[in-house]
């Protein structure tokens, strides 16, 4: 069976930095502490400029968005694990970008939160936020359904079974690297 995540689509552009996804005043929350990690996801995307529109609505924990597509550089600034955190707790199951900070990659392989999916062409200039789309992980393909157009994505490679066991110390223990006592 086909592994696809579907859902509408909350589009950002470039350079889309940490304390945009998750402002520095909300790191106090545990992310351990489930209703810390609901809260934390409900700041997601708090940071950003009013132009984008709401992320989380007015009221609710959770977005209506499981997939963003943004531009390069995404998830630039600081190294807090906080920021791919705070995207799974909104609901979040994917980003498509140009390009991601290294470290915000790594941290989404760490934390096991969503999948970090880079695009082979710029697609935040050609889509809109509310399109309905798919991301096929067999096919490497994101299909929107809105304009009826398919756009190759390039592989997720060996981040993604990390992230299908729920992060890096999951995939340890289920690989066996280390005990899982």
């Not at 509408?8 to 940490?18: A, Q, S």
């Not at 807090?80 to 390009?99: C, D, M, N, Q, T």
Request: proline share 6%.
């Amino acid at each position: 069976m086909t592994k696809v995540i579907r859902g509408k689509i909350f589009v950002l552009d470039d350079n889309i930095d940490t304390d945009q996804i998750i402002p520095a005043e909300y790191l106090t929350l545990v992310p351990s502490k489930p209703d810390e990690y609901e809260k934390l996801g409900s700041y997601a995307l708090a940071g950003l400029p009013d132009r984008y529109g709401k992320f989380i609505p007015p009221g609710e924990m959770k977005t209506t968005y499981p997939i963003i597509v943004a531009g390069e550089n995404f998830g630039c600034g600081s190294s807090r694990e906080h920021a791919p955190i705070a995207l799974g707790a909104s609901g979040v199951k994917a980003v498509i970008a140009e390009s991601y900070a290294r470290i915000f990659f790594r941290n989404c392989a760490a934390t096991g939160e969503l999948y970090p999916w880079e695009s082979q062409e710029r697609l935040c200039d050609k889509f809109e936020t509310g399109h309905e789309v798919s991301i096929d992980f067999e096919s490497n393909q994101l299909i929107n359904h809105t304009l009826g157009q398919i756009y190759n994505l390039k592989s997720l490679g060996e981040v993604g079974p990390v992230i299908d066991a729920g992060g890096i110390f999951a995939y340890a223990r289920q690989t066996g690297m280390i005990s899982s006592r």
